[in-house]
Antibody, heavy 122, light 110 residues
Framework: EVHLVESGGGLVQPGRSLRLTCKGS????????FNWVRQAPGKGLEWLTF??????????EYAASVKGRFTISRDDSKDIAYLHMTSLKIEDTAVYYC?????????????WGQGTLVTVSS | QSVLTQPPSASGTPGQRVTISCSGS????????VHWYQQFPGTAPKLLIF???RRPSGVPDRFSGAKSGTSASLAISGLQSEDEADYYC???????????FGGGTKLTVL
């Protein structure tokens, strides 16, 4: 069974950094793309970034709202995808979801983790 | 303000057929596939429809997706109380170079 488990969320001050981790199991991790999507309290979904598989050179794309501040990476030997967030702002407060994407479509987001809450506050 | 436009709410009675619309532009829906997600309160979204009209295994055939021009729709037939949830559409946007979501539609089963 496919599982994605996020961790690393918590309370952080504005301007600080945080790294989220997404651990996959139950499938061949290296064959898939991974995305991060967030949801602010009471709001809708916002796509942030994806990383393709090694077969596709691990290329990445970012939403304008996080480009230059957030970095996605992956370690297929550990079945983990990361989201490194810097210069955090109050408006980055949200539940952050890790989502799997197929190699062909990338953003079909067929499996989601349970999410990890990031609260940016002084 | 979401790039894709959905009605904030929709409703129906058990057994009815309900349609949720998703309006975009030539940069997204008009040129790319549409995906739909279902989210219950306090839980992660779940993929309901991908590539505009395809259902992942395990999703009942009561759910169907379609697209015409720059608009897409999700239809739910034989509405059930357990279908009460938030529904989101999404599509790749070629001008923004990113995945864009609709604002979500809260479906109420009366």
């Amino acid at each position: 069974e496919v599982h994605l488990v996020e961790s690393g969320g918590g309370l952080v001050q504005p301007g600080r950094s945080l790294r989220l981790t997404c651990k996959g199991s139950g499938f061949s991790f290296g064959d898939y793309a991974f995305n991060w999507v967030r949801q602010a309290p009471g709001k809708g979904l916002e796509w942030l970034t994806f990383i393709r598989s090694k077969r596709h050179a691990e290329t990445t794309e970012y939403a304008a709202s996080v480009k230059g501040r957030f970095t996605i990476s992956r370690d297929d030997s550990k079945d983990i995808a990361y989201l490194h967030m810097t210069s955090l702002k109050i408006e980055d407060t949200a539940v952050y979801y890790c989502c799997r994407g197929s190699e062909a479509i990338i953003v079909d987001l067929d499996y989601w983790g349970q999410g990890t809450l990031v609260t940016v506050s002084s | 303000q979401s790039v894709l436009t959905q009605p904030p709410s929709a409703s129906g009675t058990p057994g009815q057929r309900v349609t949720i619309s998703c309006s975009g532009s030539s940069f997204n829906i008009g040129n790319n596939a549409v995906h739909w997600y279902q989210q219950f309160p306090g839980t992660a979204p779940k993929l309901l429809i991908f590539s505009t009209s395809r259902r992942p295994s395990g999703v009942p055939d009561r759910f169907s997706g379609a697209k015409s021009g720059t608009s897409a729709s999700l239809a739910i037939s034989g509405l059930q109380s357990e279908d009460e949830a938030d529904y989101y559409c999404a599509s790749w946007d070629d001008s923004l170079n990113g995945l864009v979501f609709g604002g979500g539609t809260k479906l109420t089963v009366l």
